[in-house]
């Protein structure tokens, strides 16, 4: 029999595309009409081939000058009618009020190449009637660690929103210090947040409330329609989904930093990419936000944060729903869809083709003497598919992760016992587990290598801002200059993603990722400064 034809994608110029207003069909109380601000002499900073593949295009069509204008925010493609959007939320367990789209903007709707469609969305183009104090600005730096993390996530086969590409220009941002501004081509199904349901009902508003619950069932959830009760098993899926996302968050050890109810996808997604983080060595309570002073963002933390949050957005869909009970009932979903979720995951990771009751206590096992030697979370899923069930031939990868040996030898017969009760062989369960456990996570110090080469070594003076104070001193290490003496090279940020983007695969010239952070990356601290 014939091999089948591979599919031909017809590759489109941006030219032919054409946006259509998605979320901005519903009535102007959900958004507000906006012109990006002008980027001067913007430039392209880097490029994901796989999100463009998902409107049609090729990577090179988005170094054409006139896309990146677009992309800059300096001229409206064919179609687009840019908005921002209103919603509000709970910031670190309190009502904050009217939040909103304060520096990023739709620019409309395109089809997707699969029947679907995406929102496109430029963030970091200039001030909108929701910016507040800020200045509608995104800097270089978070632009890069979210372009990298969104298309990581997704590689990873976890929801995320998309990112297509970066665009930089010479224009100083003021932060702590000087950087210069960027903006993020994102890409979404949709942007809606639980935000946008307690923004209409804190204010009473509850015909929009309805109307935003009927927008998310005709588009996203239609099989919601003919249900008994479509509100409720709106509110019922958004917290399976969300549950779920969670559960595929602590297996890879994301944490992600800002779990406000304005930073939580109604469709599920990761969203809002900043303080985040990837657990290195492994530690329950890690906090990677050091705006976070109490943790309630903490690694450990994150799913009992994420029902919290169900709750909130069950609380804002009471006017839809008959009872407070029929709230709770949908909710209830929340903690055996994570139990469920979870334990699929680690059995995965574990190499086991099911979870039993008993391999709760294994993983919690495992889980304490992790934490206990602090042992690189990711390195050791992946150096586990080596271990063999008969003897301890191929235990070195692990063990030699542990500052206690014996405290893996001693899990390591229990896991073996397990391994025996099961008929997988060997080679048949490693390659599964390197299915699952990926090599290449987006550590903190893979980004920061990146941004600081794509920053430059001269960046003030570029600015016209002298060079008193220099983005680099000669105390800081190799790994962090730019191979292009002092000019920005984006090279480095390019090769990382494409480590990224295929995070199971080994690859000898990937080598460098795969290890834990260098001494001098022990204290880099991200915070919610971007
Ligand atoms: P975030 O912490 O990025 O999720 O943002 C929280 C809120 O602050 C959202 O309403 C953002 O739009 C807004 N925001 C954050 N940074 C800026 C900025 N530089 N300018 C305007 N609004 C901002
Ligand atoms: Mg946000």
Redesign the pocket.
């Known amino acids: 029999m014939n091999a089948p034809e591979p599919a031909l994608i017809p590759s489109r110029s941006f030219d032919e595309l054409h946006f259509q207003s998605g979320f901005g069909k519903l009535s102007p109380a959900f958004h507000s009409r906006v012109e990006p601000a002008r980027l001067d002499a913007p430039y392209l900073v880097g490029v994901s081939a796989a999100a463009a593949a998902l409107i049609g295009l090729e990577a090179a069509e988005l170094r054409r000058p006139q896309v990146i204008d677009i992309l800059a925010g300096n001229t409206l493609a064919k179609g687009s009618v840019p908005i921002a959007t209103v919603y509000s939320g709970h910031q670190f367990g309190h009502w904050a009020g009217q939040?909103?789209?304060?520096?990023?903007l739709l620019l409309g709707q395109l089809p997707g190449i699969s029947g679907d469609s995406w929102e496109i969305q430029l963030k970091g183009a200039g001030l909108t009637p929701?910016?507040?104090m800020?200045?509608?600005?995104a800097v270089l730096r978070s632009s890069i660690r979210e372009f990298l993390c969104s298309e990581a996530m997704d590689a990873l086969g976890i929801p995320s929103t998309r990112a297509l590409a970066i665009i930089g220009a010479d224009t100083p941002v003021f932060r702590e210090s000087v950087e210069t501004a960027a903006v993020v081509t994102r890409m979404a199904p949709s942007f809606l947040r639980f935000g946008h349901f307690e923004h209409f009902y804190y204010a009473g508003r509850h015909d929009e409330l309805r109307q935003l619950a009927d927008y998310l069932i005709d588009h996203f959830y239609p099989q919601l329609r003919d249900e008994v009760r479509p509100f409720q098993a709106l509110l019922r899926e958004i917290t399976r989904k969300t549950a779920s996302l969670v559960a595929q968050w602590q297996s890879v050890g994301f944490c992600h930093g800002?779990m406000n109810t304005?930073?939580m996808s109604v469709l599920g997604l990761t969203i809002?990419y900043?303080p985040f983080g990837f657990l290195d060595a492994f530690d329950p309570q890690h906090i990677c936000n050091h705006s976070d002073s109490t943790g309630r963002y903490s690694y450990a933390n994150q799913p009992g944060i994420a029902e919290w949050n169900c709750y909130c957005l069950g609380q804002a869909m009471m006017p839809l729903l008959e009872s407070v009970d029929l709230a709770k009932e949908a909710l209830e979903i929340f903690r055996p869809t994570f139990a469920a979720e979870f334990s699929a995951r680690f059995a995965a990771k574990l190499g086991l083709a099911q979870w039993r009751d008993p391999d709760d206590a294994l993983l919690s096992e495992l889980f304490e003497i992790l934490a206990t030697s602090r042992v690189d979370f990711t390195r050791f899923f992946r150096e586990l598919a080596r271990v063999r069930r008969s003897d301890a031939a191929g235990d070195s990868g692990c063990r030699d992760l542990f500052l206690d040996p014996s405290a893996f030898d001693g899990w390591a017969t229990k896991y073996r016992q397990r391994l025996s009760d099961q008929d997988r062989s060997d080679s048949e369960r490693a390659d599964a587990m390197n299915r699952v456990n990926p090599v290449y996570v987006l550590r903190n110090h893979l980004a920061e290598i990146a941004i600081q080469r794509a920053r430059g070594g001269n960046e003030r003076v570029r600015l016209g801002l002298g060079a008193s104070t220099p983005v680099r001193t000669a105390q800081q290490p190799a790994e962090l200059s730019s191979g292009q003496g002092d000019a920005p090279d984006y090279s480095e940020m390019a090769t990382l993603l494409e480590a990224l983007r295929s995070p199971f695969e080994e690859r000898a010239e990937f080598r460098s990722y795969a290890e834990p952070p260098p001494e001098w990356a022990a204290h880099l601290q991200v915070s919610?400064s971007?």
């Open positions: 939040l909103g789209d304060g520096r990023a929701y910016s507040r800020g200045d509608g600005r800002v304005d930073n809002d900043g919610c971007s």
